[in-house]
Each structure stands twice: as structure tokens, then as C-alpha cells.
């Protein structure tokens, strides 16, 4: 709950989430209890709330257990550990003993991290081949539900949590449960969107997959080559040390929405539950997100296995908050479904507290004007971008209220900021020979 799923991802607090279940579950010991927004876009209400301590001074008076340790665990201290899985599957002898299915959405707006991570961890010692993975295009519990052949506009060209119940999971437990069927389940069954079609493999990540690096270049273009040095004698700018970058102001007074406004409350429903596969179009021409993307695909391009973010970035501020989205471009003219005429679809995406980016136990200020560079995990995937789409990169600072803001000025304890330390602070992300900023993606065959 403090590294990749629920309340928070990489130490960052996700605010509305964290905020409005705490109030749910909290606010009466005989029912649930939806917190009572007074306007219709938490947006706003969440931006008036101001500094974070408000949300306990001007609400909750110190009656919300769960609130109560968000404020006194901003770290990953013993609190969290203790409570983390990864320690107990992941340690040395750790096998697993029953046969062991992981499922896991891969638009799972609550908790896609947990499922992967408990197969990575159990396939280091599994000689009884008891663990497997099935992936699909689902939210949160989609596989469960009736109908899987849409997720808000993305069609997936049949119904895919049926096939899941029939083909997969009925086979399985007449198998382990009673003998019925035979073993030749793959080692992972998941579900290629884009292509929309189920693959099975014989491990995962799938061995043939090579990593390519998608470099960020100049004029917002996207590609597979690295950058050139600069030219000899190429002007420099202060804390720029001659490289070539983007940069952007983050203001936390003006943040980035995380979906279309006005947002509605996470709970109940709302855009919540589709929120990921959201057009993000609506934060076109913002100055605060930066864009790359490449030219239309000339082929196919298949990515399956794990996804990360490698930035070399600086900020005048001593804290920052980088997110990365990797996002399918669609054709601007789709005649099968116009709804999707030059739709962005985030593929990937994730946040990293730059505070934590040597250690999550002991955050560390950054430096002002430093280039710092940081590995942001985009998690495992299969997609694939077709033919005529575009891939693109997006980098922000922002992601609200789905994350808190980062006061972008180092504090002890940001559950404990003050007014005066939310600070707007010019970012740079470098794309140069010496600091080339990039995608990896594992590349199928």
C-alpha cells in the first residue's frame, strides 16, 4: 500500500482515493459513509482544501484511524513493511504450494501492481510450476463481470471476461478441483490489446521480446535513434550544463488534472472506474505537459513485458513529482468507429516521488539545477500499436487529485506542509547524447 498499489504508487499519496476511503469506511462504525462534497468537481474542492493538514484540521479532527497513519507514515518505515507481501513470498525458500492463478487488468484503475508482483515473486522458486499469470484488458474485477467487450470507448471485439470464465478460469479449477481436463495451461495467457487477441507464452516476461530504447528528440519527435552531441560551440544556459532539454513550469496552485473535469467523487462510481482509458486529449496545449510522439507507424509494433522510464531531469524546487505516460495515438480518421478518430489511449503509465528516488525508507531533498536522474517502473504490458497509429511520451509534475501535491520544496513530512511551501518551480527534462531521456520497450517479434 505505500509502493504500487491502493494509496499510494512510489510514495506518492493518491489524495482522492486515500482521502474519500478513509471517510467511507471511518466516518461511522455502522455504515459506509460517501464523504460530502459540496461541488461538483472535486477539482476544485480538493485545490481549496489548500496544504494538506487541512484535509485533518477542517474534517476529519484526528477520528480517522487510516488517516491518522498516512500522517505519521510518510515514509516506508516498519509500519508499511510489515504490512508489504513481497517480504514473505520473495524470501529465500518461499514456494508456492497450492496452484496459483494471478489475475490482473491491465486498466485496473486500484490495484494492477499486487497480482504481478506476487507471480514475479513466486516464479523465482517455482519448481512445482504451480504459478501463472492471465492478464486482460479489464478494470478493476472487470474479468468478473458480464460483459468484457468494452472498457469506456475501447472495444476489445468480443467478450473477454466471459472468456475468461469459460475458457480459463472453469478449466482450471475442474482440473486442480476435480480432476477433469487436462494440464496445458500456459505458463501466461494475456490478452493483446490493439491487436485485440489473447497470446499464450511459456514465460513472462516472454523471452523473445528485445528492449528498445524510444529516446525523446528535439521538436517533440519520438524515435529509436539516440540524440547527436551538440554542435561544437552550442550556447549554454545556467543549471542546462550545454544539454539539450524541454522544460516546463509546475505550479502547484494550477495542477494537472487526471481526468476530464469536473471529477466527479471516486466514490460512489463516477469516471472512476474507466478513468485510465480516458482520451487524454483534454490536456492538449497544456504548457505544464510535455508531448513527444512519433510519426504514423509504417508496421506493427509489438511490445510485451516490462516497461520503464529512464529520465535525466532538474527542477529548481528540492522536491518533484515525474509522471510518465505512454499513450497509442489513434489514425485522426478511424471510419470502423469514429468515436476513436485520433484517440490517445495511455498504454502505460506511473508516477515517481522524486524524493524517493534512492531510497523509500530515507527521502532525500533533490538538488536545485542538478541533472538527477530517475527510473520510473511503467509495469508489464502487451499491446499492440498498429499500423498508422503514433506512439507518444507525455512527462508531467502533476496528477490531481488522484495524487496530492508535491510542495516541490522539501519538507519532513508532506501530510505536515504548510501554505508558504507549495512552490511553483521550472522543470527540465533532458534529451541530449550525454542525458538522452528514454523509453524502454520490450519489442516482440
Not at 73 to 88: E, L, V
Request: aromatic letters at 16%.
Amino acid at each position: 500500500m505505500f509502493l504500487g498499489d491502493d494509496f499510494h504508487h512510489n510514495g506518492a499519496f493518491r489524495l482522492s482515493y486515500g482521502f474519500e476511503y478513509a471517510a467511507l469506511l471511518e466516518t461511522s462504525k455502522e455504515t459506509n459513509t460517501n464523504f460530502a462534497f459540496d461541488r461538483a468537481d472535486t477539482y476544485r474542492w480538493y485545490l481549496d482544501l489548500g496544504a494538506l493538514p487541512n484535509a485533518d484540521e477542517k474534517y476529519f479532527h484526528g477520528k480517522m484511524p487510516t488517516w491518522n497513519d498516512f500522517v505519521n507514515h510518510p515514509n516506508y518505515d516498519q509500519f508499511w513493511q510489515k504490512q508489504a507481501f513481497a517480504p514473505y513470498i520473495g524470501a529465500e525458500g518461499v514456494r508456492p504450494k497450492v496452484p496459483n492463478l494471478n489475475v490482473a487488468g491491465w486498466w485496473d484503475q486500484e490495484d494492477f501492481y499486487g497480482p504481478v508482483k506476487i507471480y514475479e515473486l513466486f516464479e523465482k522458486n517455482d519448481p512445482g510450476h504451480l504459478n501463472y499469470l492471465v492478464a486482460g484488458p479489464w478494470n478493476h474485477g472487470g474479468w468478473a463481470r458480464r460483459d468484457g467487450s468494452k472498457l469506456g470507448e475501447i472495444s476489445f471485439d468480443s467478450n473477454t471476461s466471459k472468456y475468461f470464465r469459460t475458457q480459463i478460469e472453469a478449466p482450471w479449477f475442474a482440473y486442480w478441483l476435480k480432476d477433469k481436463g487436462a494440464r496445458d495451461f500456459p505458463e501466461a495467457m494475456v490478452f493483446q490489446t490493439g491487436s485485440n487477441r489473447w497470446e499464450r507464452y511459456d514465460s513472462w516476461p516472454p523471452r523473445d521480446a528485445q528492449n528498445r530504447n524510444l529516446y525523446l528528440r528535439e521538436s517533440g519527435a519520438l524515435s529509436f535513434d539516440p540524440p547527436a552531441a551538440a554542435p561544437s560551440g552550442a550556447p549554454s544556459q545556467p543549471g542546462d550544463q550545454g544539454e539539450a532539454f524541454d522544460s516546463y513550469i509546475s505550479d502547484p496552485m494550477r495542477p494537472v488534472p487526471y481526468r476530464h473535469r469536473p471529477i466527479s467523487p471516486t466514490y460512489p462510481g463516477g469516471g472512476w472506474p474507466a478513468w485510465l482509458v480516458e482520451d487524454q486529449r483534454f490536456l492538449d496545449n497544456r504548457p505544464d505537459v510535455l508531448t513527444w510522439e512519433t510519426g504514423p507507424l509504417q508496421d506493427d509494433l509489438k511490445i510485451a513485458g516490462d516497461i520503464a522510464a529512464e529520465l535525466y531531469c532538474s527542477t529548481t524546487g528540492t522536491d518533484s513529482d515525474w509522471v510518465v505516460k505512454l499513450i497509442d495515438v489513434y489514425p485522426e480518421f478511424n471510419p470502423d468507429d469514429r468515436a476513436l478518430d485520433g484517440y490517445e489511449l495511455m498504454i502505460a503509465d506511473e508516477i515517481l516521488r522524486g524524493r524517493f528516488r534512492e531510497s523509500f525508507e530515507h527521502p532525500k531533498a533533490i538538488v536545485p539545477n542538478e541533472v538527477t536522474a530517475y527510473r520510473i517502473d511503467l509495469h508489464t504490458n502487451d499491446h499492440a500499436f498498429l499500423k498508422g497509429h503514433r506512439i507518444m511520451v507525455q512527462v508531467q509534475s502533476t496528477w490531481f487529485p488522484l495524487y496530492d501535491r508535491n510542495p516541490q520544496t522539501f519538507v519532513e513530512n508532506i501530510f505536515k506542509a504548510h501554505a508558504s511551501d507549495y512552490q511553483a518551480a521550472t522543470q527540465k527534462v533532458f534529451r541530449s547524447k550525454t542525458y538522452a531521456s528514454h523509453v524502454v520497450l520490450p519489442v516482440a517479434p
